[in-house]
């Protein structure tokens, strides 16, 4: 039976070993840390007293390699999944507007869904159709267009940028789209919008995102013959010729393998050999996302979800237990101390909500995640493609690997699975399976 390493217990490498399992590949995963799950991951708060994410995550029913995950280590009944598209947005009145695409047949229901949003101007939301029918039709932006730059080429105004193509942008590449590559925007915009209602749809944990998949991820693939070693860092990694030969921890030396799936960030491979893939200078520029989690002594919000206009707070997502508050692309705000974030968080959302009120306010969390995502400029896609492993036995996954999506739960998925496909190919091409 052939014989796969896989560096690294984030969703990537969780992803690797459960395709590789499926294969009868024996399996071994290294997790430097105490847990699973990389930079999506839960824990039990001693001092809220409830479950949290380290980060609230938002998909949706595009994201089919992570359903299709979910699926084979039997966890899909752990994601709350649309009927519809459905949104409510909310400005600082309190006024609410929804962006309901019901049960109407596709493409209809997302049109009248988009005629009815009523944020935006009645001409504004016609250019909006019009650049979604452009995009259906194979348009593509220029290869060094920003997504600011290619929104306004196509004739979309500052309301239309504003209040719908920014909130998109920011939730699904965590940047400004005055840096953001149009064209990553605009297959993330083809896979949402024109693909049918089966992609539209908003998913959202019903649980922990540990929970969710990491412990159901363990399980396969440890029924499967594979093991789970954790906490265990690799501190080097040895070539011989053209192979990958030994991998030493902090554990012990391994040499007993035939291939390897490196998992973890770009930086940290760098750290163990800079040999090992990449191509020259790969420098990637990362954006943070703060959470703040709000305990209550009385929820009275009614929705799972809300958006926020004109704000530095994006989405405001309710756990039953808790309110879970959301800025992407955080820049501005991560210079502030935990309280100030807090004070600020806390003014904003008595704006948005007139049932929401300091006095009831138990207790709250600010997490900060600095590295969330890469950030999608010209530099770092065309390096992206460029990826490559410089040995015959070792490969990388990540969402930051050439998986032509944003660093999103999905690429991560996505990249863990590719890794997994090439193995396999060079095991088939090589007569190694049993």
Known sequence: ?????????????????????????????????????????????????????????????????????????????NIYVQDYLSI??????????????????????????????????????????????????????????????????????????????????????????????????????????????????IIIPKIGLSRMYSDDAKKFIELNGGNILFPERVLEIKTCGDNVCEVITTQKSYTDFDFIISSIPYFAVEKLNANLVFPEELMMNYSPIITIHIVLRENNFSKKFYGLFDSKLHWVFNNGTHLSVVSSAADELNSLTPDELAEYTFSELEKFFIIFQQDL?????VIREKRATFKPGFKTERQRTMIRSNYNNFDVAGDWANTGLP????????????????????????????
């Open 88 to 201: 409510c947005y909310k400005d600082k009145s309190g006024k609410e507007y929804f962006l309901n695409a019901d049960k109407m047949f596709y493409p209809f229901n997302l049109i009248i869904a988009l005629l009815r949003f009523d944020a935006i101007p009645i001409l504004n939301r016609i250019s909006i159709l019009s650049l979604l029918v452009k995009i259906k039709f194979g348009k593509k932006p220029k290869a060094e267009q920003t997504v600011k730059e290619w929104l306004l080429a196509n004739k979309q105004s500052e309301s239309s940028i504003k209040y719908f193509w920014e909130i998109i942008a920011i939730g699904t590449l965590n940047t400004n789209i005055d840096d953001a590559q149009a064209l990553l925007f605009f297959n993330v915009l083809n896979e949402i919008f024109n693909k049918g209602n089966a992609n539209t749809k």
């Open 407 to 434: 660093a999103t739960i999905e690429g991560a998925v996505r990249s863990g699975k590719s890794a997994a496909e090439r193995l396999m190919k060079k095991i088939n091409g090589n007569s190694l399976v049993d």
């Open 361 to 365: 306010i138990v207790d709250y969390k």
């Open 1 to 77: 039976m052939p014989k796969c390493l896989v560096i690294g217990g984030g969703i990537a490498g969780l992803s690797a070993a459960v395709h590789l399992s499926r294969q009868n590949i024996e399996v071994t995963l290294l997790e430097a840390s105490p847990k699973l799950g990389g930079r999506a991951y839960s824990y039990w708060d001693n001092s809220l007293n409830i479950e949290i994410d380290n980060g609230q995550h938002i998909m949706m029913s595009c994201y089919h390699d992570t359903i299709e995950f979910l699926k084979i280590i039997g966890a899909r009944e």
